[in-house]
């Protein structure tokens, strides 16, 4: 297809392979189909072809589709905020809502995030509309946000418009953005040089290596929002390929506080070093299973079937037939 990827855009090797196809909305050039495909050298799950850079950005800009979806929303916490330009004082701990506290709960082993130093920075990048930020401030840290779509978290913490690259940041935080970038190691790397050293980052996304049992494919890679997708084993080798060791994997109660019991979410929190981890061995291997195991048990006969032809030829047939319906549609919408 036009613009077909051949190498991958997290690690930049030509190690890749086609594994499945996604329907998408029709693009520019007609497709409404994209590949998965996967890196064999760094385990990277990406939608082929990728969204351009600009699609990318007018998607998350302020007057894109993701601003307009929390439109409401922003407008309420703006409103808030106005009347409010000065940071609270700190709040108890259990003034938490039960989410936000089960998260600090959990990284309260590996960051200060009650009784940060004086002068301890934390960076949200993708801050949204500055809900983490309020309750780091609320605790005591210097907070600062880098986000595209809205300004309201900005009425109240300080702006970046990119990682600095000195080294001045405590923590970083990284919720639920990786998935939608295209090029997540450049990103791992921007944030370890805005890290100081010894400096922590956590980072959550979707978790393709569990997805036989909570079942979300679409969750995890869509083709037009959530870009790529990893493997704990793939996201341990980017973030020491970016400079980082991998100091533990938060779950068990933060799953049953956000999803419902489902190992949805891969939760790793990471310590910037000048002696990452080592690179792991076949880190492809976690996604490529977890697909398989999922087609068994979860698509139904005439899906398994399709999945004996080359995956190029079943994207072709799938592009075709979106086709037809469309077509059928608008005979019908005429008669």
Not at 53 to 75: F, K, M, N, T, V
Not at 246 to 252: F, I, S, V
């Amino acid at each position: 297809m036009e613009h077909e990827a051949t190498s991958c855009p997290a690690c930049a090797s030509s190690r890749i392979a086609l594994l499945d196809v996604l329907s998408i909305p029709k693009t520019s050039d007609g497709n409404r189909v994209a590949f998965v495909t996967g890196c064999h050298a760094c385990g990277l799950l990406f939608t082929n072809p990728l969204p351009p850079p600009d699609e990318l950005d007018q998607y998350y800009s302020q007057e894109g589709p993701w601003a307009a979806l929390r439109a409401e929303r922003l407008g309420v916490i703006e409103a808030a905020h106005a009347r409010r330009l000065r940071p609270r004082k700190p709040r108890p701990r259990s003034s938490m809502p039960p989410r936000t506290r089960g998260l600090f709960d959990a990284l309260a082993p590996h960051v200060p995030v009650y009784e940060p130093p004086p002068g301890a920075k934390v960076l949200d990048f993708g801050c949204g509309n500055g809900k983490f930020l309020n309750r780091f401030q609320d605790l005591g840290w210097e907070t600062y946000g880098i986000e595209p779509s809205t300004d309201v978290p900005f009425l109240r913490h300080s702006r970046l418009t990119s990682p600095p690259p000195d080294g001045t940041f405590d923590f970083v935080f990284l919720n639920h953005v990786l998935e939608h970038v295209s090029t997540p190691l450049d990103l791992l790397r921007q944030l370890a040089g805005a890290l100081r050293e010894r400096g922590i980052l956590f980072v959550s996304v979707p978790r393709v290596d569990t997805l036989p049992v909570h079942g979300d494919l679409h969750y995890c890679i869509s083709g037009r929002r959530h870009v790529v997708c990893f493997s704990e084993t793939c996201l341990r080798g980017l973030l020491a390929r970016a400079g980082f060791v991998t100091a533990g994997r938060l779950d068990g109660e933060l799953d049953t506080v956000f999803t419902e019991g489902k190992p949805l979410r891969l939760r790793l929190v990471a310590v910037r070093t000048g002696r990452p981890d080592p690179l792991p061995v076949a880190p492809l291997a976690p996604a490529l299973k977890a697909l398989a195991r999922y087609a068994r048990a979860r698509e139904p006969l005439p899906a398994r079937l399709r999945r004996l032809l080359p995956v190029r030829v079943r994207g072709a047939w799938l592009n075709q037939a979106a086709e037809r319906r469309l077509l059928e549609r608008h005979r019908a919408a005429v008669k």
